[in-house]
């Protein structure tokens, strides 16, 4: 249950009764009624109010049903219109009855009102009904017709009333004409008025007919035909000061349910990213001694990467860096300097293991950066945006002509086992690609393996826990990006190879047991 779904159940609670005990000693509601006919009469006398032409008098029958009386007309069994039952001590009553929402509201020009005088508007007012600020009419520059109102006055926005923008008001001023302030009789609680008025039932009811399509508004012959379910005075007042009690205790149930709500959805992904820690942590599997050591695995990936250099099959690093261990401390070899590197190294790793940089154990390049023409149909250019979950939405791929194609390729060709990875925008969403479609790419790093020594799907969950962090420090202001430089130069610990299949084999068993949780 959200915060909003408890204090609707709260508030319906309220005005059918079920919120506080009922008291036998309590004046009954049908006294109270009596006293509001009798406050009315007098208040006509004096000429403060106008009589009503048709009033509306309910009552309960000899059979315990609420009949209406409206003007002169013989009374009506209402049973079907009373929404809910309510107890004994209780009266249903028209809104119009018991309040002067229909009567005429004394009005002003802004630039004739004082200026110091209390000027609301609809802005001022939260969604749910809390007053957000006060402002003077002079400060707000208050332009047109404005309705005055007292305070203890209950306020109500008749516009968009699902926004249930009402309170009492703390004092008097000017306001909106969208905004109606109305009294109550027979020193009815407003507190009380303004709980039914934000009751769910009221709420659908009044939603229901408004009338407007952008702007939406309920008319006064609405909200004058409303059947309020009117407790006894004393009972008023209990509903209200429990009300006060508990409602507040709602909005921290709101956050805390909000923030319970987020946990529950970010929890598996959370703990995802901490099953992939470990694994790169060597903390997932158990090392084998007879694993051939990492050491040795780089050792053939360099010579293979030699062989490939010498065929013009890849370029030449410019950073080329040899990382090794001595006295257990860490050093990477840059060119003919030996650096002590225990600094920089991001976490500690098994003696088996070995740390790499990217461009020394893979070969990183990077799609175009340029905007190829485009054409109604041809080879799909794959954006970052067309990278999702793990895999190539293609239906969102614009078109390039053959002969762009061919030119992106040369130095940028997608083959199965290659891992995308986008470098501009939404940095990340690593792609392990094992299809035949023919693409090309912008925009993005193309991960392409140098040899065998390293396990492509092990790379592609490095490159999935490693995005978060390469976000943080990630460059430019409208864009960011990541460039290809610090992708190359970026640290990847290096299990033994067999290490790598036994991680990768333990990884697909535990993440789709998360998509359960």
């Known amino acids: 249950m959200t915060g909003q779904q408890l204090k609707n159940s ?3 609670m309220a005005v059918q009764g079920k919120l506080v005990p009922q008291d036998p000693n309590d004046e009954p509601a049908s006294v109270l009624l009596e006293r509001i006919r009798k406050e009315k009469e007098q208040l006509i006398k004096e000429g403060k109010i106008k009589k009503e032409k048709n009033p509306s008098y309910i009552f309960r029958g000899a059979d315990n049903l609420p009949y209406e009386k409206v003007g002169k007309n013989e009374p009506v069994c209402i049973a079907d219109e009373v929404p809910f039952d309510i107890p004994d001590s209780w009266e249903w009553a028209r809104l119009g009855m018991i309040s002067t929402y229909s009567h005429t509201k004394q009005k002003i020009n ?16 939260e969604k749910g009904g809390r007053l957000l600020e006060r402002k003077t009419v002079g400060e707000r520059k208050a332009v047109g017709d404005k309705t005055f109102f007292d305070s203890g006055d209950i306020l109500y926005s008749k516009l968009r009333p699902y926004l249930l923008k009402i309170l009492v008001a ?14 109550v009789f027979g020193k009815i609680n407003p ?3 303004v709980a039914f008025l934000k009751s769910p039932y ?53 956050k805390v349910y909000v923030r319970a709500a987020e946990l529950n959805q970010e929890f598996p992904e959370l703990l ?24 040795v695995l780089l050792e053939h990936i360099r010579a293979e990467k030699a062989k490939l250099l010498k065929e013009g099959k890849i370029k030449k690093d410019k950073h080329e860096s040899v990382i090794f261990r001595r006295d257990n401390s860490h050093y990477e070899k840059r060119g003919s300097d030996e650096v002590c590197i225990d600094d920089e190294i991001p976490f500690e790793i098994p003696e088996t293991w070995c740390w790499a940089k990217m461009g020394s154990c893979l070969d990183v390049r990077d799609g175009t950066h340029d905007t190829p023409k485009y054409v109604p149909e041809g080879i799909p250019l794959v954006t970052s945006k067309n990278l999702c979950n793990g895999e190539i939405d293609f239906s969102t791929a614009k078109f390039i002509s053959k002969e762009a194609h061919l030119a992106i390729s040369q130095r940028s060709k997608v083959d199965a086992g290659d891992i995308m990875y986008a470098m501009i925008g939404s940095i990340g969403n690593p792609v392990l690609y094992n299809g035949n479609v023919e693409f090309s790419i912008k925009n993005m790093a193309l991960f392409k393996k140098i040899s065998n020594g390293l396990d492509m799907e092990y790379v592609y969950w490095f490159l999935y826990l490693s995005q978060d962090t390469m976000k943080k420090f990630a460059s430019g202001g409208v864009q960011s990006f990541v460039s290809l430089s610090y992708l190359r130069s970026y640290w990847i610990p290096v299990p033994p190879i067999q290490e790598q299949h036994r991680i990768v084999t333990a990884i697909n068993q535990v993440l789709p047991k998360l998509d359960t949780l």
């Not at 630039?111 to 001022?124: I, R, Y």
């Not at 703390?170 to 009294?183: A, H, L, M, S, Y």
């Not at 901490?274 to 001694?289: C, R, T, W």
């Open 202 to 254: 009221l709420d659908v009811v009044i939603n229901s007919v408004t009338y407007g399509v952008k702007m939406p508004r309920v008319g006064t012959e609405t909200m004058t035909g409303l059947l309020v379910p009117l407790p006894p005075l004393s009972e008023q007042k209990r509903i209200v000061e429990k009300l006060s009690e508990v409602i507040p205790l709602t909005n921290s149930y709101a």
């Open 170 to 183: 703390p004092d008097c001023g000017i306001c909106t004409p969208e905004i109606v302030p109305f009294k």
């Open 272 to 295: 995802k990213k901490s099953i992939l820690q470990e694994a790169v942590q060597g903390k997932l599997v158990p090392q084998d001694p007879a694993d051939e050591p990492a050491s």
């Open 191 to 193: 507190e009380y008025i």
């Open 110 to 125: 802004a630039k004739n009102a004082d200026p110091q005088m209390w000027g609301l508007d609809l802005e001022d007012i």
């Open 10 to 12: 709260i508030l319906q």
